[in-house]
């Protein structure tokens, strides 16, 4: 148990549906991240969110578009995919922005097809 | 550009073979160096941050060190168990969330 909860574990959507990943930790952190982890790359992070603001957006296509309602959970909404976005998007917290230890949920492995 | 750079890339080991990891980085500002733990199927697990050349820290068989341009995971009589992918990640000082990870070292065990 890390305290980061992913749903779902595994995806498979098509290049015209809509679906959203979910992410819940239960640490009290105020900082939240999404990455992405492809085959063979480094993983790429994608948003940070402080206390429900976001802090960072790291160049990420529009169609994908994150919400963070509270401090405890952080959405992922995907539509209009492209099969090179097929990989594990991961969810991670830490206390705050920036601070040293983050703890990563398991995962959603999503394949566009 | 920032850049980090893990080597090697893949690693076979005897048990009890102790060996070194390699993180190099070029980046502007280091505000930190990361290393992580990733089991298959699995997020990846904090294993230690070094802030400052010369700084060193250890965990069980594992053991970080810090120099201006580089980071080492030195692994002493290794287990099987110890068979993951340690990604390393620098934390640059133009941003509080600006995190850069290599693409990790993939570390196996032979009993």
């Known amino acids: 148990e890390t305290g980061v909860t992913q749903t779902p574990r595994h995806l498979v959507m098509g290049m015209t549906n809509k679906k959203s990943l979910k992410c819940e930790q239960h640490?009290?952190?105020?900082?939240m991240y999404w990455y992405k982890q492809s085959a063979k790359k480094p993983l790429e992070l994608m948003f940070v969110?402080?206390?429900?603001?976001?802090?960072e957006n790291n160049s990420v296509p529009s169609r994908f578009s994150p919400e963070c309602p509270n401090s405890s959970h952080l959405f992922l909404h995907l539509h209009t995919l492209q099969p090179e976005d097929s990989a594990l998007y991961l969810c991670?917290?830490?206390?705050?922005?920036?601070?040293?230890?983050?703890?990563f949920g398991q995962g959603t492995r999503l394949t566009v097809v | 550009e920032d850049q980090v750079t893990q080597s090697p890339e893949a690693l076979r080991l005897q048990e009890g073979e102790s060996s070194s990891l390699n993180c190099s980085y070029t980046?502007?500002?280091?505000?930190?160096l990361f290393w992580y733990r990733q089991d298959p199927g699995k997020g990846p697990e904090f294993l230690f941050t070094?802030?400052?050349a010369g700084e060193e820290k250890e965990k069980e068989r594992l053991k970080a060190t810090l120099t201006k341009k580089e980071s080492f995971l030195h692994i002493t009589a290794p287990k099987p168990e110890d068979s993951a992918t340690y990604l390393c990640?620098?934390?640059?000082?133009?941003?509080?969330?600006?995190?850069?990870f290599g693409s990790g070292t993939r570390l196996s065990i032979r009993p």
């Open positions: 640490l009290g952190h105020n900082a």
């Open positions: 070094l802030y400052s």
């Open positions: 990640a620098v934390r640059l000082g133009s941003s509080a969330s600006k995190i850069i």
């Open positions: 980046v502007s500002g280091l505000r930190g």
């Open positions: 969110y402080s206390l429900e603001e976001r802090v």
């Open positions: 991670a917290s830490s206390q705050e922005v920036g601070n040293t230890e983050a703890f």
